[in-house]
């Protein structure tokens, strides 16, 4: 994700494509820190300059900390780069992921390497988006490596607000929750055993789908 200063106050970043992302920080180009996390009584954290910005002027870009490529995109561009390719070479394994090459397969083994075995075990199934997103986050999580997308803000510092969801989506994010469950049953047997900072519920609470960026 990226923050460009404008007098009309828009973000920019990549363009024309659909990803589900949880927001992260900090990619491998590292600008220096114009942002600062402040806290705010009542309304949460945000983000506010450290001084005084030029219309235009970059002010973040960073890595989701995870993401995955769209139901609707799959197949059409590369799980990797997100480049949108005709010619894309699928994984052996799952046969799911797709890449435009050798080394975009390669780069994006850690992040696809358990998740290939749920995909493969839950054939004929295939988990709703923010499931296989959520998937992910939680084999991130458990890596416990260190990500520059957490620069600002760590995973674990987003909000839930589950406060202000209604009952109603409250069980949507519990059915969400005991699907990922299945999903992760080929990596994961037993979720009682995770780390308390890893709740599937509480994952779902913070994940949110961003179109065309
Ligand atoms: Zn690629
Ligand atoms: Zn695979």
């Not at 996390?37 to 949460?44: A, I, Q, V």
């Given at each position: 994700m990226a923050a460009?200063?404008?007098r009309h106050g828009r973000g920019g970043g990549r363009g024309g494509r659909t990803l589900l992302s949880a927001c992260g920080r900090g990619g491998e180009r590292m600008e220096p820190v114009v942002l600062e996390?402040?806290?705010?009584?009542?309304?949460?954290s945000g983000l506010r300059a450290r001084r005084r910005v030029r219309p235009g002027e970059l002010l973040y870009r960073a890595?989701?900390?995870?993401?995955?490529?769209?139901?609707e995109q799959l197949g059409s561009v590369c799980e990797h780069c997100l480049r949108r390719n005709e010619h894309l070479h699928r994984c052996s394994q799952c046969k799911v992921?797709?890449?435009?090459?050798?080394?975009?397969?390669?780069?994006?083994?850690?992040?696809?390497?358990?998740?290939?075995?749920?995909?493969?075990?839950?054939?004929?199934?295939?988990?709703?988006?923010?499931?296989?997103?959520?998937?992910?986050?939680?084999?991130?999580?458990?890596?416990?490596?260190?990500?520059?997308?957490?620069?600002?803000?760590?995973?674990s510092d987003l909000q839930s607000n589950i406060e202000q969801l209604s009952e109603e989506m409250k069980d949507g994010l519990r059915h969400l929750a005991h699907t990922?469950?299945?999903?992760?049953?080929?990596?994961?047997?037993?979720?009682?055993?995770?780390?308390?900072?890893?709740?599937?519920?509480?994952?779902?609470?913070?994940?949110?789908?961003?179109?065309?960026?």
């Open positions: 460009v200063a404008s996390r402040f806290l705010s009584p009542g309304k949460g890595e989701p900390f995870a993401y995955v490529v769209t139901k992921a797709k890449y435009c090459g050798k080394s975009c397969q390669k780069e994006a083994w850690l992040d696809h390497k358990q998740e290939c075995r749920c995909l493969k075990s839950s054939e004929p199934n295939f988990p709703p988006d923010s499931v296989r997103l959520a998937g992910r986050i939680v084999f991130k999580l458990l890596r416990q490596s260190v990500c520059h997308s957490e620069r600002l803000y760590s995973f990922l469950q299945l999903y992760l049953k080929a990596e994961i047997q037993d979720a009682s055993h995770l780390p308390p900072a890893i709740d599937f519920f509480q994952i779902f609470t913070k994940v949110r789908k961003v179109s065309g960026f």
